[in-house]
């Protein structure tokens, strides 16, 4: 309690102390002012204490302005947040609980969010269709890309699936077709992503785990 009255007692004097800087740097510029111009010292003090005034405010905008980038409202930065999380289609259309998430549906998962990424980056050929049938036509493409890896031997250092893997899969799963352009982009993404997955996937071929646990986050 003894703090907080002591610390009470000290605004006030720098309050006080500040107010009488201020007044006395006004007289002095009033002081100036009459020596140099047909003004009183209350004149030169006046606009003395208006000039600064003006300043003052004029200060506080441009240091307001250069530290508003970096006091942004928590709401603010949420939504930018928000703006940097991908559309995915979730892990549940494909794996209900976590001992179902056989090696199987995780490649299907991974591939079709693949697949779903590329398309939504296509527009002309996605803006006209629901997301869900979007969605769709990615599980489905994925699907086919998934049971043309099963087809494999595990004796190719690098995977691939092609044009005729692809549309061969989607007429046995009974997919719908979907035109060249959607092909050669599946055909792409797959590929590219089969880089980075080929190593786990060239040993579930050879081992044949398409249905045991993914260790796989």
Same mark, same amino acid.
């Given at each position: ?9 000290l ?22 002012l009459?020596?140099?111009l ?7 003090? $006046?606009?003395?204490? $208006?000039?600064?005034?003006m300043?003052?405010?004029?200060? *506080? ?6 530290? *508003?980038?970096?006091?942004? =409202?928590? /709401?603010l ?6 703006? +940097? #999380? ?7 259309r494909?794996?209900? @609980? ?6 199987? @549906? ?6 079709? /969010? ?5 398309? $939504? ?9 629901? +997301?869900?049938? #979007?969605?769709?036509? *990615? ?16 004796? *190719? ?9 692809? #549309? ?10 979907? +035109?060249?352009e ?17 190593? =786990?996937?060239? /040993?579930?071929? @050879?081992? /044949? ?5 993914? +260790?796989?986050?």
């Amino acid at each position: 309690m003894k703090s907080g009255f002591l610390f009470g007692l000290l605004m006030i004097a720098i309050y006080i102390i500040s107010v009488i800087a201020i007044i006395g740097i006004a007289i002095g510029c009033g002081w100036v002012l009459q020596l140099l111009l047909p003004f009183s010292l209350f004149e030169g003090t $006046l606009l003395a204490l $208006l000039a600064m005034g003006m300043c003052w405010a004029i200060w *506080s905008k441009i240091v307001q302005g250069l530290m *508003s980038p970096l006091n942004l =409202p928590n /709401n603010l930065y949420d939504e930018e947040l928000d703006e +940097d #999380v991908f559309p995915e289609i979730p892990q549940t259309r494909f794996w209900k @609980k976590p001992h179902a998430r056989t090696w199987e @549906k995780w490649i299907t998962y991974t591939l079709a /969010n693949t697949i779903y990424d590329a398309l $939504l980056d296509l527009p002309e050929a996605t803006a006209s269709m629901p +997301d869900q049938e #979007v969605q769709d036509m *990615s599980v489905n493409l994925a699907e086919a890309a998934m049971h043309a890896l099963k087809t494999k031997q595990g004796r *190719s250092k690098q995977l691939r699936v092609n044009r005729g893997e692809l #549309v061969q899969q989607m007429a046995r799963l009974g997919h719908p077709p979907y +035109d060249e352009e959607i092909l050669a982009l599946t055909i792409r993404t797959v590929n590219e992503e089969l880089i980075y997955l080929n190593e =786990p996937v060239l /040993n579930v071929i @050879k081992h /044949n785990l398409w249905q045991d646990l993914s +260790d796989m986050i």
